[in-house]
């Protein structure tokens, strides 16, 4: 899949498997570097957790953390993945406040747009307004559930006490 | 269709040297910055190039600093970055409101200024604001850096002046006296597409910036020197009716675009009243 490309040696980065941190394991991929990364998630990592919606940017269903913001995966080529660390819905493993909170709440239905909810959410400060939590997920969209429930959901994990691994992401966001 | 990977090529330039030697002698080439312009074009098929040129490795374009006076922003600088920038919160407080109503989260991490200038959308909201503050583009090539007027910058509907063989490095803009103001008008806050936007700064002679209402952003002119002779609200909203022709297309009527606009004119001016 990799195609010849010029102008190589020290100029460029070098070509060749493209190496980045995968829910904190490093992972090498052997994928084209404008390959999307949603591609590459699903097909070649076999994470398909992360859900393709509209492939333009619109829906957030894609939605990944890039060292620790969210972004949609549709619109990232592996290249820009390269030594950087990628957090998809895999790593909460099934039973994280976030999770426990959406199925508690209805915040998923259909639950396609629930990964990239959850890993929009993921970036909020720990205990986020309701209209932060708006603001947060302004890039997600969701035909089944009118938001209320997810909005609810969101503040539900908020306020179940313990750092959540989402503390990271959310201090990540804060930086000056 | 999303063409085959197979056809296309990334180039990925460590230095903005190399990145101008590789657009001088291997061009044309297009270069990617946030992609999320590109991304969208490539994924639908409606972007014929299959050679590109990676920036996102040139750290030192995406700084923003005081230079000489000046506010410099690296082309590479994100919305993110606009809104977390103490200087352009200080210095360009109209950019910030205009950075946090790009898209959503998602967008602003990736989107860059640059892309949002070279892409050139006649909607594009970082436009009117750079327009109304009069900034300047340094745009680069292997031989030479120039200096371009925002407001010279385009030349029709995504024409701009900018060369194949050159990057936007940065744009500069100068200390904007006066108070600023942002407004714009879409079908929600995240995510839509612009239907009127205004950026103006009020000051003895206001500088008026409209975008969504013509081919390119445009300055008001004419607008701007009636309000500078003193002319009342309605009548200077009598002469930017004839100073724009918007148009009918899928998000809006030329009919409402020009009644947005001369009501955001009255809503600037009552703002920004001493
Ligand atoms: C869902 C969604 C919502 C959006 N909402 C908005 C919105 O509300 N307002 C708005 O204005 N825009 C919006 N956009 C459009 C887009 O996000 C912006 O225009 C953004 O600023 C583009 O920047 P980028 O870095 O992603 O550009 P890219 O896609 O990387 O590049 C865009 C173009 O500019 C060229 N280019 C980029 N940088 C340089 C450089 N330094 N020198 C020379 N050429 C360069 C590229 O070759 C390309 O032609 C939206 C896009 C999406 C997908
Ligand atoms: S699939 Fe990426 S935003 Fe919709
Ligand atoms: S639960 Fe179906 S789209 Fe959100």
């Known amino acids: ?176 | 269709m999303r063409p085959a990977l197979g056809t296309i090529t990334l180039r990925e330039p460590r230095t903005l040297r190399d990145a101008l030697r590789m657009l001088r002698d291997e061009g044309p080439l297009t270069p990617l910055a946030g992609c999320t312009d590109v991304f969208v074009q490539i994924n639908f098929g409606t972007l014929r190039a299959t050679e590109f040129l990676d920036l996102s490795r040139l750290a030192p374009l995406r700084r923003i600093c005081e230079e000489d006076g000046r506010l410099v922003i690296g082309a590479l600088a994100t919305y993110t970055d606009l809104i977390r920038s103490r200087l352009v919160r200080r210095r360009l407080p109209m950019l910030v409101a205009a950075a946090r109503e790009v898209g959503g989260p998602q967008i602003q991490h990736r989107g860059t200024i640059g892309g949002n200038v070279v892409n050139g959308s006649p909607a594009g909201d970082a436009l009117p604001v750079l327009s109304a503050a009069d900034a300047t583009l340094v745009l680069a090539s292997a031989a030479a850096e120039r200096r371009v007027p925002f407001t010279a910058f385009y030349t029709g509907y995504r024409a701009s002046v900018l060369r194949p063989d050159e990057l936007l490095v940065a744009i500069e803009v100068a200390p904007v006296e006066g108070r600023q103001w942002f407004r714009k008008v879409g079908t929600r806050a995240a995510q839509a597409i612009s239907k009127v936007v205004m950026a103006a700064v009020r000051d003895g002679t206001p500088r008026i910036a409209l975008g969504s209402v013509a081919p390119t952003v445009v300055r008001l002119p004419r607008t701007e020197a009636a309000l500078a002779g003193g002319a009342a609200i309605a009548a200077a909203q009598g002469v930017l009716a004839e100073e724009i022709r918007p148009i009918d297309d899928l998000r809006s009527t030329a009919a409402y675009r020009l009644r947005v606009a001369t009501n955001l004119l009255a809503r600037f001016w009552a703002d920004t009243a001493a």
Do not use: W
């Open chain 1, 1 to 176: 899949m990799n195609t010849p490309r010029s102008g190589g040696g020290a100029r460029t980065v070098a070509a060749g498997p493209v190496a980045f941190t995968l829910n904190g394991h490093a992972v090498s991929v052997d994928a084209h570097p404008m390959a999307r990364l949603l591609d590459v998630l699903r097909e070649d990592l076999g994470l398909t957790g992360t859900k393709e919606g509209c492939g333009e940017g619109e829906c957030g269903a894609c939605t990944v953390l890039l060292d620790g913001a969210p972004v949609c995966s549709c619109l990232v080529p592996l290249a820009h993945a390269r030594g950087r660390e990628v957090r998809t819905i895999e790593s909460l493993g099934g039973d994280h406040a976030l999770q426990r909170a959406f199925v508690a709440e209805g915040g998923a239905q259909c639950g396609a747009c629930t990964p990239g909810m959850i890993m929009a959410a993921l970036a909020l400060p720990e205990h986020p307004t309701r209209e932060r939590i708006r603001q947060g997920l302004a890039g997600n969209l969701c035909r089944c559930t009118g938001y209320e429930a997810i909005y609810r959901a969101v503040e539900r994990a908020a306020s179940e006490t313990v750092a959540t691994p989402g503390a990271s992401a959310a201090a990540e966001e804060r930086k000056p």
